[in-house]
């Protein structure tokens, strides 16, 4: 069966690192697929999987060209009325978790056996060692107010009588303005390499995820791939990625996201309790291999 991708441009884009790049990327590779970054080259009658970020109007004519199949990360909801006319016409649909399959069943009627799910993988990484304080923060996202960098740099504004740092790793250019507003409670690195990311993971005590939207948050499991816990906000998709691995709270609600913190900082023992739980939730994990059998099993039944 040959796989015809339809890929954002920048998928490989550095200094746009992103979640759903990444799936597109190894799912891409997974499959050996044909890559396009439009539905026009592909040729009549071919399997196109198309990336729901590139869902226009114009892809309702295509569904009738080709065997149109959409892999939906996030759905773009009101902000694109004609998606729903898409997802109707295709062949079928991907999700990339539970939430989301939910969220296109209810929200645009979709028949449930057009819409199936294929969860990101992780790739395995050493333990983390931690400190004894947990005093080490990460976030790791683009800094937008998509992923609550605001509402975070609120709760750390709350920790000032305790010791600790926070580091946010992720573009600083899709929303420069915002991102320049920030403050210096977070320290923004940018983007980083992959190793470069890698030597920060090791470094952490505890991954910090203030996200407004997400549909499964693909940090979540990078952070507990290394037995590093979680607190995260409860949004889309994160509680089943997250399982018992840390602690979710409220959106937009740095007050208690700042007792989360504090709570960590202060605790030894619950410090103990949730890095055991992220070591517990560290062997449930799956690989991308599971991911691309899942994404061909998919497109093998929506044929």
Do not use: Q
């Not at 969220?103 to 931690?130: C, F, I, K, N």
């Not at 996200?211 to 906000?233: C, D, K, N, Q």
């Not at 089943?240 to 602690?247: M, N």
């Amino acid at each position: 069966m040959t796989v015809h991708l339809v890929l954002p441009a920048g998928v490989d884009d550095p200094a746009r690192p992103s979640g759903g790049n990444v799936y597109d990327r190894r799912v891409a590779d997974g499959l050996g697929a044909v890559e396009h970054t439009s539905t026009a080259t592909v040729p009549d009658g071919a399997l196109a999987l198309v990336d729901g970020l590139l869902t226009t109007p114009d892809l309702v004519a295509e569904a009738g060209r080709l065997r149109l199949v959409v892999l939906v990360h996030l759905p773009l909801g009101p902000d694109a009325p004609w998606e729903r006319d898409v997802l109707r016409a295709a062949a079928g649909v991907i999700a990339t978790s539970r939430w989301t399959r939910t969220w296109l069943v209810e929200g645009y009627g979709l028949a449930p056996d057009r819409v199936l799910v294929a969860e990101p993988g992780v790739d395995p990484a050493p333990v983390a060692p931690g400190t004894p304080d947990g005093s080490a923060l990460l976030a790791v996202g683009a800094v937008t107010p998509l992923k609550g960098y605001d509402v975070l740099a609120a709760a750390l504004a709350r920790l000032g009588d305790l010791d600790w740092t926070c580091r946010g790793v992720g573009s600083l250019d899709v929303e420069p303005a915002f991102a320049a507003a920030l403050g210096d409670a977070v320290r923004l690195t940018g983007p980083l390499t992959r190793s470069a990311l890698e030597a920060t993971y090791a470094e952490a005590d505890l991954l910090v995820l203030a996200s407004r939207a997400e549909t499964y948050g693909m940090v979540v499991t990078e952070a507990l791939a290394r037995g590093i816990p979680v607190v995260a906000t409860d949004v889309g998709g994160v509680r089943e990625t997250l399982g018992d691995g840390g602690v979710l709270v409220p959106p937009e609600d740095p007050a208690a996201l700042a007792d989360a913190l504090r709570t960590w900082l202060t605790h030894a023992g619950r410090r103990a309790d949730l890095r055991a739980a992220a070591l517990r939730r560290r062997e449930t994990l799956t690989g991308w291999d599971r991911t691309t059998g899942l994404v061909a099993d998919a497109l093998e039944a929506l044929r």
